[in-house]
Nanobody
Framework: QVQLVESGGGLVQAGGSLRLSCAAS????????MGWFRQAPGKEREFVAV????????NYGNSVKGRFTISRDNAKNTVYLQMNSLKPEDTAVYYC????????????????WGQGTQVTVSS
């Protein structure tokens, strides 16, 4: 099991940027694919991005392609989500999660989760 702690959320105006971080502890960080999900009030948890164990492969949800970038630093046990050109519809609690493969897209496929960090984008 790996423990995950997100940080970096906050309030930003539309068009602005934020970078989220997720620090991991416990079992070897580099043995996990890492994902970001988000959940807005009254909505299901939505896939945002995933990155492979080495960081060489990534994939994104359609709503964030071209605006968000996922990356990781295995030496620092940290995964990042750079969010640019933010829109009010990006407002949600953002969660990082650890999984077994970067092919995974659904929350049920990820076994470890952080507590989430709130991102609010004002118009």
């Amino acid at each position: 099991q790996v423990q995950l702690v997100e940080s970096g959320g906050g309030l930003v105006q539309a068009g602005g940027s934020l970078r989220l971080s997720c620090a991991a502890s416990g079992r070897t960080f580099s043995s996990y694919a890492m994902g970001w999900f988000r959940q807005a009030p009254g909505k299901e948890r939505e896939f945002v991005a995933v990155i492979s164990r080495s960081g060489g492969s990534t994939n994104y949800g359609n709503s964030v392609k071209g605006r968000f970038t996922i990356s990781r630093d295995n030496a620092k046990n940290t995964v990042y989500l750079q969010m640019n050109s933010l829109k009010p519809e990006d407002t949600a609690v953002y969660y990082c999660a650890a999984g077994s493969s970067w092919y995974l897209r659904t929350p049920q496929d990820f076994g470890s989760w952080g507590q989430g960090t709130q991102v609010t984008v004002s118009s």
